[in-house]
């Protein structure tokens, strides 16, 4: 082989590694964005069944034998799915076993009972209950029927949910007539672990969290 054949040799191999190198490049590139569009991180499984108040029913003792309608239960929020929500940073992702507002549905009613107070079917109120977003935020229908007399209904409606944070809005009726509406925000600290169960205990803790806000609210405790 003479200079001239050697030194062509010694091209293609240069060519060949650098090809090479830029094919592991590309792959690793794809495999990351594979990664997050397929949603990696920790997947923690949360379940309304498994939601118990971890509270004590003492703090709310004014709450005792009163009476609520659990009415129209709303996710809002842009930045979580029907059935998950997420970490700041995407790596947790919660994954109920029903859609968001159901799930709160369920942990409320729980709560409520948790406390206390007694949670009548949302039918109980009529066939027509309210609805939040078809009339306009907390506005009932002109049609609707008084409500029970004396009876709460609560709406509650996610507009923005993470594992540290939850901004929400709760209205309140009484007898017909819109008595309360008040946004809120409740915050927790990141999470400390990567444990699934532990994190998945977080989860029901951020319940907690949102139900007591509401609870201690003054403005709340008049009305309800």
């Avoid at 090809?19 to 495999?31: E, K, N, Q, S, T």
């Avoid at 409320?108 to 949302?122: E, R």
């Avoid at 809120?184 to 990141?190: E, G, K, R, Y």
Wanted: glycine share 8%.
């Amino acid at each position: 082989m003479n200079d001239q054949e050697q030194g062509w040799n010694i091209k293609m191999k240069k060519r060949f590694r650098q090809a090479g190198i830029r094919a592991c490049l590309f792959g690793v590139v794809l495999f990351t964005l594979g990664c997050a569009a397929g949603g990696g991180g920790i997947k923690v499984p949360i379940q309304q069944d498994k939601y118990l108040p971890a509270f004590k029913s003492s703090e709310f003792g004014r709450f005792k034998g009163k009476k609520v309608i659990m009415d129209a239960f709303t996710n809002s929020a842009g930045n979580t799915k029907s059935g998950a929500y997420y970490s700041p940073d995407k790596n947790l992702t919660y994954e109920a076993s029903a859609q968001l507002e159901s799930y709160f549905w369920y942990c409320f009613k729980k709560a409520f009972q948790h406390i206390g107070v007694n949670v009548l079917d949302p039918q109980y109120a009529g066939s027509r209950p309210y609805h939040y977003g078809y009339w306009g935020w907390g506005v009932p229908p002109p049609s609707q029927s008084k409500g029970v007399p004396g009876v709460t209904e609560f709406q509650f409606v996610l507009t923005s949910l993470t594992d540290q944070e939850c901004k929400f809005q709760v209205s309140l009726f009484k007898n017909g007539e819109s008595r309360f509406q008040k946004d809120f925000t409740v915050t927790m600290t990141p999470a400390q672990t990567q444990d699934v169960r532990d994190l998945e205990k977080r989860a029901y803790r951020m319940v907690d969290v949102v139900f007591a806000a509401i609870m201690k609210d003054r403005d709340f405790q008049k009305i309800f």
